[in-house]
């Protein structure tokens, strides 16, 4: 028996690790969106955190990269007007801010050369103990309405920034 | 591990990067064009209950129970997975897989079989299980799970040689 011959499953995109990650946590948002643009003009926006992220999220004042790793990829970041230090993991079409108590995730996936599905995650993940986690959740879930709004008005703003250039 | 079980939403993303390539070859041939739904729907329970797995040891036998039940449910849309039913394959005989030669012809064979059939398969010619750890990952009785022996590979043959 030839194991090779047997179906599988496709691989899971940087898009569906994002949804994945958004349904097991309880106080984050997620919103994924088909953008009638390429994938390159989606990342070569969106992946340039110092310069979309204060043009799109209206909370966010300023963005600062304060590490990076030594292929220049941005490891740290600073964020106004807290001045909130988050790490990054950031590759082609995937970007992780994650702060103690908030988190943000941005994805991108190519669907044909014209349009690209973007996902977009927000909020603040139940972290800790499981009891602690589980005292947590109720709050959290009721948070997760605003979440769902300031995602939704992320996305809007991506569209309209990508429109613009 | 650890870290994920704490709700580290990073290391969370490393589980499910280390996991979906032996999740997506369990679901793949028991959810057939469901299959990439059942991976998600795995996932997703994977690490919602992460926390309750005290042996990170046995994360794959876990992993793999997961997948399996979410797999069927995902194609008899049953949220209780009646595996009553389920059929085992006959030692004594012989594998009809060996008669297969290309993709299309193992996922012919499967597409014809009920999902319960499909996921007693992937446990015993995949996962290479033995019968009573296949009626423990399923949740039936050693005795069902004999009596009903031969029933898959018997439809298996028997589609083998009406295609041939």
């Not at chain 2, 298996?156 to 295609?163: D, P």
């Amino acid at each position: 028996m030839n194991a090779e011959l047997w179906p599988i499953a496709s691989p899971l995109t940087h898009v569906d690790e994002l949804r994945i990650l958004a349904s097991a946590l309880d106080g984050v948002a997620f919103r994924e969106v088909v953008l009638e643009h390429p994938f390159d003009d989606v990342w070569d926006f969106v992946g340039d955190i110092e310069r979309s992220v204060p043009t799109f999220d209206h909370l966010v004042t300023s963005l600062t990269v304060t590490a990076r790793d030594g292929a220049g990829v941005p490891t740290r970041i600073r964020v106004g007007p807290l001045r909130m230090p988050m790490t990054i993991d950031m590759h082609h079409g995937w970007c992780l801010m994650v702060a103690p108590m908030y988190l943000v995730g941005m994805a991108a996936q190519a669907l044909d050369p014209g349009h690209t599905l973007y996902g977009h995650l927000e909020g603040i993940p139940p972290v800790g103990p499981g009891p602690v986690r589980r005292l947590l959740r109720r709050p959290l879930k009721l948070l997760r309405r605003r979440h769902h709004g300031h995602v939704r008005r992320d996305v809007d703003g991506i569209t309209h920034e990508l429109a613009r250039h | 591990m650890r870290r994920a079980q704490r709700g580290d939403a990073a290391a969370m993303v490393g589980i499910i990067r280390e996991l979906s390539p032996y999740v997506r070859r369990l679901c793949g041939p028991i959810a057939l064009d469901r299959a990439d739904d059942a991976v998600q729907e795995t996932m997703i329970v994977v690490l919602r209950n992460l926390g309750s797995l005290r042996e990170p040891r046995a994360l794959y036998g876990w992993v793999r129970r997961i997948a399996v039940r979410q797999a069927v449910r995902q194609v008899t849309g049953h949220h209780d997975v009646a595996l009553d039913g389920l059929t085992e394959l006959d030692e004594r005989g012989d594998d009809p897989f060996e008669r297969c030669t290309t993709a299309w012809d193992v996922e012919r064979l499967l597409a014809d079989l009920p999902p319960q059939q499909r996921a007693v398969l992937v446990l015993r010619y995949l996962e290479d299980m033995s019968e009573h750890d296949v009626a423990d990952i399923l949740g039936i009785e050693l005795g069902t799970v004999k009596s009903r022996a031969n029933r898959a590979r018997t439809a298996m043959t028997q589609k083998w040689a009406e295609q041939r």
